[in-house]
């Protein structure tokens, strides 16, 4: 492409209780490229009450569904939004931004699917509910034990999105809240609706989603937080004013319901002071202040808005950036040669320059010009030339650290000393993101910890890890999206925690069979099932939570821990040294603790082939009490719970894991060794597995 093309006037709905609704008049927005208009929205005639009304009463569907299925489901998703993302590229490109800007935002956000998907598949049980943590023992002869489960609230995510990431900020809520059980009713910013609305269009189309697992609203929100009841989730990503306001809404308040905010940050960037110009750090630094800046045109909350230098190198560091901003083309974002867009809109354009003028009352440009526009419309674009200032005093200076011109703008605060860097980053009064750029692993400490209580995520950035970072404003859905103070306080993705805070955490307190009843997982204590039939004869199938076998004896000689020291190589004094033993903590010799998991697996493996195929892995190994020579040690191995897996394309037999708690006593019974064990067993083709003809032999 060589300029944007701009498509009929586009008309993006609402879809709310089962239903597209479209009007004729409305808000009309206009591209950030040309200045023509692109679209008319309107949510006129909506009512907001029956739409979560019927976002709560769908939602049985969502949540009759374990988290394995709606992982499947957000997989297939994911694929089907990413064989039709080229229309998303070619709406977002009327939004000002760049192919690269695109990518972030469209096949990052897709992405996230993804993510989520492998973890929830992963970490998660095949269940609706979740097993939290471990069980707790409340009574001293074992017959009353509690557990943590996690459970969907019964309500809707109402998501409140920015204009800056139309389709990664909606997916990346989504995801988590979609895994949880949780339906969402999305509303974008009005300026770039009209991409949210057709990656949505997409997603129902697909017919992946349970009715009502998603709901849009593409104009104004109206009345909708007078809706909102204890079970729902408000999940806020905006402006930290805006933020204020709504988290106080009377009915928020008054039914208490769970609001998470994201809200821009005045995000910094430290040089660190023992970095030297012919260092690459030096570069890195330069290279990643220019990237923010210029990355959406600026418009990103994690963007660097303050670049924190040692004041001997506030000179060399401005022409680095001069030079570095110099190869930044400017204009319409379609262009291959174009590398930074507009901004959303000639209305937003405006509040940065004004934003601009109150900075150069404590700071001054040093980094400007109206560069050739390739493209687009200097006037009725939103085009905006990146813009470096410089603060000679930030220490005292407020404007720094309080305005935020949301564009492609920096102002650079020299320090003298580490305490005065992280006391520069902290008066932003709480940040989303932050970075460092050192390679002095002492200096790195001091800044990460002096920082660490004012920033929801730091990045320490060096030669050693510049070719696989992900870059200062990229949250990634494994790590923490968030901050304290001015940030927010809220807290999103981070892997499971973002799916934790759509779930009620319930204490369940049983006796132990009850209690392994209710959550499908053998609980220690709990009655079991003896059959005749040695677990690991059975396939995946035929195995039960709680199939159960107690082995035969075994006594330990001296010519075991002999043996199993030469065979080892271990010749700890606890076991081979009689006289150091004897004066050591056990008072005797005393068996090497592999040893006794060698000797217990020699007790309950079946040697023969059969479903079992392989080890898997083990977990929680704990050794109680020592077992000396002559004591005598069988073994308890009780299926603790069951884990499907998926059949991948290069595989031909169906697997599942299985998890096994295995419990050593001795001859009095008392527990000497304990831990999980986990098996690859054989089981039957099931609906999730793929055609076998698909399946390579």
Same mark, same amino acid.
């Given at each position: 492409?060589?300029?944007?093309?701009?498509?009929?006037?586009?008309?993006?709905?609402?879809?709310?209780?089962?239903?597209?609704?479209?009007?004729?008049?409305?808000?009309?927005?206009?591209?950030?490229?040309?200045?023509?208009?692109?679209?008319?929205?309107?949510?006129?005639?909506?009512?907001?009450?029956?739409?979560?009304?019927?976002?709560?009463?769908?939602?049985?569907?969502?949540?009759?569904?374990?988290?394995?299925?709606?992982?499947?489901?957000?997989?297939?998703?994911?694929?089907?939004?990413?064989?039709?993302?080229?229309?998303?590229?070619?709406?977002?490109?009327?939004?000002?931004?760049?192919?690269?800007?695109?990518?972030?935002?469209?096949?990052?956000?897709?992405?996230?699917?993804?993510?989520?998907?492998?973890?929830?598949?992963?970490?998660?049980?095949?269940?609706?509910?979740?097993?939290?943590?471990?069980?707790?023992?409340?009574?001293?002869?074992?017959?009353?034990?509690?557990?943590?489960?996690?459970?969907?609230?019964?309500?809707?995510?109402?998501?409140?999105?920015?204009?800056?990431?139309?389709?990664?900020?909606?997916?990346?809520?989504?995801?988590?809240?979609?895994?949880?059980?949780?339906?969402?009713?999305?509303?974008?910013?009005?300026?770039?609706?009209?991409?949210?609305?057709?990656?949505?269009?997409?997603?129902?189309?697909?017919?992946?989603?349970?009715?009502?697992?998603?709901?849009?609203?593409?104009?104004?929100?109206?009345?909708?937080?007078?809706?909102?009841?204890?079970?729902?989730?408000?999940?806020?990503?905006?402006?930290?004013?805006?933020?204020?306001?709504?988290?106080?809404?009377?009915?928020?308040?008054?039914?208490?319901?769970?609001?998470?905010?994201?809200?821009?940050?005045?995000?910094?960037?430290?040089?660190?002071?023992?970095?030297?110009?012919?260092?690459?750090?030096?570069?890195?630094?330069?290279?990643?202040?220019?990237?923010?800046?210029?990355?959406?045109?600026?418009?990103?909350?994690?963007?660097?808005?303050?670049?924190?230098?040692?004041?001997?190198?506030?000179?060399?560091?401005?022409?680095?950036?001069?030079?570095?901003?110099?190869?930044?083309?400017?204009?319409?974002?379609?262009?291959?040669?174009?590398?930074?867009?507009?901004?959303?809109?000639?209305?937003?354009?405006?509040?940065?320059?004004?934003?601009?003028?109150?900075?150069?009352?404590?700071?001054?440009?040093?980094?400007?010009?109206?560069?050739?526009?390739?493209?687009?419309?200097?006037?009725?674009?939103?085009?905006?030339?990146?813009?470096?200032?410089?603060?000679?005093?930030?220490?005292?200076?407020?404007?720094?650290?309080?305005?935020?011109?949301?564009?492609?703008?920096?102002?650079?605060?020299?320090?003298?000393?580490?305490?005065?860097?992280?006391?520069?980053?902290?008066?932003?009064?709480?940040?989303?993101?932050?970075?460092?750029?050192?390679?002095?692993?002492?200096?790195?400490?001091?800044?990460?910890?002096?920082?660490?209580?004012?920033?929801?995520?730091?990045?320490?950035?060096?030669?050693?890890?510049?070719?696989?970072?992900?870059?200062?404003?990229?949250?990634?859905?494994?790590?923490?999206?968030?901050?304290?103070?001015?940030?927010?306080?809220?807290?999103?993705?981070?892997?499971?925690?973002?799916?934790?805070?759509?779930?009620?955490?319930?204490?369940?307190?049983?006796?132990?069979?009850?209690?392994?009843?209710?959550?499908?997982?053998?609980? $220690?204590?709990?009655?079991?099932?003896?059959?005749?039939?040695?677990?690991?004869?059975?396939?995946?199938?035929?195995?039960?939570?709680?199939?159960?076998?107690?082995?035969?004896?075994?006594?330990?000689?001296?010519?075991?821990?002999?043996?199993?020291?030469?065979?080892?190589?271990?010749?700890?004094?606890?076991?081979?040294?009689?006289?150091?033993?004897?004066?050591?903590?056990?008072?005797?010799?005393?068996?090497?603790?592999?040893?006794?998991?060698?000797?217990?697996?020699?007790?309950?493996?079946?040697?023969?082939?059969? $479903?079992?195929?392989?080890?898997?892995?083990?977990?929680?190994?704990?050794?109680?009490?020592?077992?000396?020579?002559?004591?005598?040690?069988?073994?308890?191995?009780?299926?603790?719970?069951?884990?499907?897996?998926?059949?991948?394309?290069?595989?031909?037999?169906?697997?599942?894991?299985?998890?096994?708690?295995?419990?050593?006593?001795?001859?009095?019974?008392?527990?000497?060794?304990?831990?999980?064990?986990?098996?690859?067993?054989?089981?039957?083709?099931?609906?999730?597995?793929?055609?076998?003809?698909?399946?390579?032999?």
């Amino acid at each position: 492409m060589t300029q944007s093309t701009l498509p009929e006037l586009l008309r993006p709905a609402s879809y709310v209780y089962g239903t597209w609704h479209s009007n004729p008049d409305g808000q009309t927005l206009v591209d950030a490229v040309y200045g023509r208009p692109v679209a008319v929205i309107s949510s006129e005639g909506i009512d907001f009450a029956q739409a979560l009304a019927y976002g709560r009463q769908q939602a049985s569907a969502l949540r009759r569904l374990t988290f394995h299925q709606r992982a499947r489901a957000l997989k297939a998703l994911g694929t089907y939004l990413m064989e039709r993302k080229e229309a998303y590229y070619e709406l977002s490109a009327l939004t000002g931004a760049t192919r690269r800007d695109s990518w972030v935002d469209i096949e990052g956000g897709i992405g996230t699917l993804f993510s989520y998907a492998s973890v929830a598949r992963r970490d998660l049980p095949d269940e609706r509910f979740w097993p939290d943590g471990k069980v707790e023992r409340l009574g001293r002869e074992g017959t009353f034990v509690g557990r943590h489960l996690l459970v969907p609230r019964e309500g809707v995510t109402v998501q409140i999105n920015a204009f800056n990431f139309p389709v990664w900020g909606m997916l990346e809520k989504f995801a988590p809240s979609f895994i949880a059980g949780m339906p969402s009713l999305v509303k974008p910013a009005p300026q770039t609706a009209y991409v949210t609305e057709r990656v949505v269009r997409d997603m129902l189309a697909s017919g992946l989603l349970p009715e009502g697992a998603l709901q849009l609203v593409t104009g104004d929100p109206g009345d909708l937080l007078d809706h909102v009841e204890e079970q729902d989730v408000v999940a806020f990503t905006g402006s930290a004013a805006t933020a204020a306001k709504l988290r106080v809404h009377p009915n928020v308040v008054a039914r208490n319901v769970p609001f998470n905010t994201e809200a821009d940050s005045l995000n910094a960037s430290v040089l660190g002071l023992s970095v030297k110009p012919e260092d690459p750090e030096f570069a890195l630094f330069v290279r990643e202040v220019a990237r923010e800046m210029t990355g959406k045109a600026g418009q990103k909350c994690t963007a660097i808005r303050r670049a924190i230098v040692p004041g001997h190198l506030v000179e060399a560091v401005t022409e680095g950036l001069r030079r570095e901003l110099a190869k930044v083309t400017l204009g319409d974002p379609a262009r291959d040669d174009v590398r930074m867009g507009a901004l959303v809109s000639v209305e937003q354009r405006e509040r940065v320059r004004e934003t601009l003028v109150r900075l150069q009352q404590e700071a001054r440009i040093v980094i400007s010009g109206e560069a050739q526009l390739l493209g687009g419309d200097r006037e009725k674009g939103a085009f905006l030339d990146p813009t470096v200032l410089l603060c000679d005093s930030p220490l005292t200076a407020k404007g720094p650290h309080e305005l935020e011109a949301f564009g492609p703008v920096a102002t650079l605060l020299p320090y003298e000393s580490l305490d005065d860097a992280v006391q520069l980053a902290k008066l932003g009064r709480g940040s989303l993101a932050g970075s460092i750029v050192t390679h002095d692993r002492a200096e790195a400490t001091e800044l990460v910890l002096g920082m660490a209580s004012t920033h929801g995520r730091l990045l320490v950035l060096n030669r050693e890890n510049a070719k696989e970072n992900t870059g200062h404003g990229s949250p990634l859905p494994q790590l923490n999206h968030g901050g304290p103070g001015r940030a927010g306080g809220g807290s999103e993705l981070g892997g499971l925690s973002a799916v934790r805070h759509h779930m009620n955490r319930l204490a369940v307190q049983a006796d132990p069979t009850t209690l392994a009843a209710i959550t499908h997982e053998y609980v $220690p204590g709990a009655q079991v099932q003896e059959d005749g039939t040695h677990p690991f004869r059975k396939t995946f199938d035929e195995i039960e939570v709680g199939d159960s076998l107690l082995t035969h004896r075994r006594t330990v000689t001296e010519a075991d821990i002999v043996n199993f020291a030469n065979v080892s190589g271990d010749h700890f004094y606890a076991h081979v040294d009689e006289i150091g033993a004897r004066e050591g903590i056990f008072g005797k010799r005393v068996a090497h603790g592999y040893f006794l998991l060698s000797a217990a697996a020699g007790q309950f493996v079946w040697p023969a082939p059969g $479903p079992v195929l392989a080890n898997y892995g083990l977990e929680g190994l704990r050794f109680i009490e020592p077992v000396g020579i002559g004591d005598t040690i069988r073994t308890r191995l009780t299926c603790k719970r069951k884990i499907r897996k998926d059949l991948r394309p290069d595989e031909t037999r169906p697997t599942g894991v299985v998890e096994w708690r295995a419990e050593i006593t001795n001859q009095d019974g008392a527990l000497v060794a304990t831990y999980d064990i986990l098996t690859l067993v054989e089981r039957a083709r099931d609906e999730f597995d793929p055609p076998a003809d698909t399946l390579s032999a």
